[in-house]
């Protein structure tokens, strides 16, 4: 039986070529696969896998075609001659296939650390991206949290009304806040004490000294007293505490200082001090008084009897006359010493308060002869009448100016002047003279009874305290401003009270 090769023959041929064709149509579909992503390794493997298959079905193909056109045309010893070299071909394109496998098998594993480190180095970028965002918010916040500390640092530091400053190792100022400038007597913005050694403004260079020597042993101080020295000269009672601020290598160092002005508390303190020692020595005149008063009444008496019996012409009558005279001189300071001592109230009288300064003048001048003294006045008209004891304050007056006349000698200016102080509900009365003033250690003494610079025989050391006694019962004050050299102010402070339209208590 003759059995038919062409289905064979056709099924070699047409499935080769169809091989063929495949293997081609999957070059272009890994082609396209590639340009869509050229970084993808597996589609780069992929297309050399497809080009080695297309290699070998070529290869294969082109062999079952030839086999089968020279086996049909009857010349299978040229085939004999060809086939060894088409299965070296196919063997060719087997070990391409096996070498483009194993090569992209060692690619693959370094893709996947590439990816693996893309991947690790993404995750790392974000997480240093987020990290710089938060560091950029915290550095915001940090930056703002500092910039409200500095502007409340800043804003204590300028509107305290204590002095507060900074001084470098050496004792100089570095920063001083506006009240420490008028403190020590710089005002404006362009006077300022930066750069100047602090220790220049302190009266004892001791305090400075220990000052010192307490911050860098125990690294601060607390409400240490001392005497300041303002620009002008003028002292100033302060309590100091400060702190030592090392830097961080711990060589430099500045000193933080606050600086509290006491001048107006300490003078309080010296005010009632001297109130309780007048009081005291009230008491004791009031008693002294009353047991001398009454054997100088006595005296005064039997002399005026006496006198009544002598002639007037006679030695006897000129020595009782002598005797009669000192007699009311001590009954007059006896009576001063009762006046300060007494606790009466005054009698107050509705009175124009410039009238009574001006009648006290009128007085003065009438009695103090050819002196070339000018006095001046500088009254606050506004004052409306007050309520006061005339007589008392008209005492007072005369007091102040006469020691003002006795400072000036016969040739200077008294100044007097008024003024009215309506937000602390008081009234002033200033006596200002140019004479020679009071020296510092006789300041605290100068009310005290029977205290006076004047020389023996011209004064009875009484007059300031009984002024001094007058006004306190109209629950006033007298303060007194002198220095040697630059004359005196007496300053008499009165309560003026407003009781209606046009009238002060």
């Given amino acids: 039986m003759i059995v038919s090769f062409w289905p064979i ?111 690790a180095l993404e995750r790392a970028h974000a997480e240093l991206l987020n990290l710089n965002q938060n560091l950029e918010h915290i550095v915001t916040e940090r930056s703002q949290a500092l910039a409200v500390s500095e502007r409340q640092y800043r804003r204590i530091f300028e509107v305290s009304r204590d002095m507060i400053l900074v001084v470098d190792s050496r004792g100089h100022i570095v920063d001083i806040n506006p009240a420490g400038g008028r403190m020590l007597g710089f005002e404006g913005a362009s006077e300022t004490p930066k750069g100047e050694p602090f220790q220049t403004f302190f009266e004892r260079t001791a305090d400075w000294e220990e000052l010192m020597t307490s911050i860098l042993r125990q690294g601060f101080v607390l409400n240490s007293e001392v005497v300041l020295r303002r620009r002008n000269g003028a002292g100033m009672h302060a309590l100091i505490s400060a702190g030592l601020d090392k830097e961080p290598h711990g060589f430099a ?184 003033g009071i020296e510092e250690k006789h300041l605290k003494h100068i009310f005290d009874p029977f205290f006076t610079t004047k020389p023996t025989g011209e004064g009875t050391g009484l007059g300031l305290s009984v002024s001094y006694g007058i006004v306190k019962k109209h629950g006033g004050e007298i303060r007194v401003k002198s220095k040697p050299g630059e004359g005196s102010t007496f300053t008499v402070v009165l309560p003026a009270r407003e009781k209606n339209a046009g009238e002060i208590e």
Avoid at 68 to 84: D, F, M
Avoid at 301 to 325: A, H, N, V
Avoid at 331 to 351: G, H, M, T
Avoid at 381 to 393: A, C, G, L, N, Y
């Fill in 9 to 119: 023959v056709i099924v070699d041929v047409g499935g080769s070529m169809l091989m063929i064709v495949l293997s081609f149509l999957c070059i272009g579909l890994a082609h396209r696969l590639r340009r869509v992503d050229p970084q993808n390794v597996i589609w780069t493997y992929l297309f050399w896998l497809c080009m080695g298959l297309a290699g070998f079905a070529v290869s294969r193909s082109a062999g079952h075609i030839v086999k089968q056109a020279l086996v049909l045309s009857g010349q299978k010893e040229i085939w004999a001659e060809i086939r060894p070299f088409s299965g070296a071909i196919n063997t060719f394109m087997f070990v391409f296939l096996a070498a483009v496998t194993l090569f992209f098998e060692r690619v693959w594993k370094i893709y996947e650390q590439v990816t693996t480190d893309k991947t």
């Fill in 253 to 436: 160092f500045s000193i933080h200082l606050q600086v509290r002005d006491i001048q107006e508390r300490h003078q309080m303190q010296e005010q009632m001090a001297q109130a309780d020692r007048l009081a005291s020595i009230g008491q004791l005149s009031s008693g002294v008084a009353h047991e001398i008063n009454n054997p100088l009444g006595v005296i005064l008496g039997y002399t005026q009897l006496m006198l009544r019996s002598e002639p007037s012409e006679s030695e006897r009558f000129k020595d009782l006359k002598t005797i009669e005279k000192h007699v009311r001189h001590c009954k007059s300071i006896v009576e001063d010493l009762l006046n300060f001592a007494r606790r009466s109230e005054p009698k107050k009288e509705k009175v124009d308060i410039h009238k009574t300064i001006e009648e006290v003048l009128g007085f003065i001048g009438q009695n103090i002869g050819s002196s070339r003294i000018d006095f001046q006045t500088d009254f606050d008209r506004s004052i409306p009448p007050v309520v006061v004891d005339d007589k008392k304050i008209k005492q007072v007056l005369i007091n102040l100016l006469m020691n003002a006349r006795h400072a000036v000698g016969t040739r200077g200016t008294i100044r007097v002047s008024t003024a009215r102080r309506a937000a602390e509900g008081q009234l002033e009365i200033q006596v200002t003279d140019d004479g020679y």
